[in-house]
């Protein structure tokens, strides 16, 4: 069985319990930024793909940025 690395916006929302107007945002702050840009997939208007793993790893990177500017 081979484990699955991207997934849809919806499945990305349901993996990290983050409702979906919250997940755009998110996203539109993780095409911002040079260093994560790459882990979203997109090639069509509608065909959004986003790294499973990149996307914890933003998360990640953005509790510890938070935690630094407190």
């Given at each position: 069985?081979?484990?699955?690395?991207?997934?849809?916006k919806?499945?990305?929302?349901?993996?990290?319990?983050?409702?979906?107007?919250?997940?755009?945002?998110?996203?539109?702050?993780?095409?911002?930024?040079?260093?994560?840009?790459?882990?979203?997939?997109?090639?069509?208007?509608?065909?959004?793909?986003?790294?499973?793993?990149?996307?914890?790893?933003?998360?990640?990177?953005?509790?510890?940025?938070?935690?630094?500017?407190?």
């Amino acid at each position: 069985m081979t484990k699955k690395v991207y997934a849809k916006k919806s499945e990305i929302a349901e993996i990290f319990s983050i409702p979906p107007r919250t997940l755009d945002n998110i996203l539109t702050e993780v095409r911002r930024n040079p260093d994560f840009h790459n882990i979203i997939l997109k090639w069509g208007v509608k065909s959004v793909r986003v790294s499973i793993s990149g996307f914890e790893d933003f998360l990640r990177w953005k509790s510890n940025q938070r935690i630094k500017n407190l």
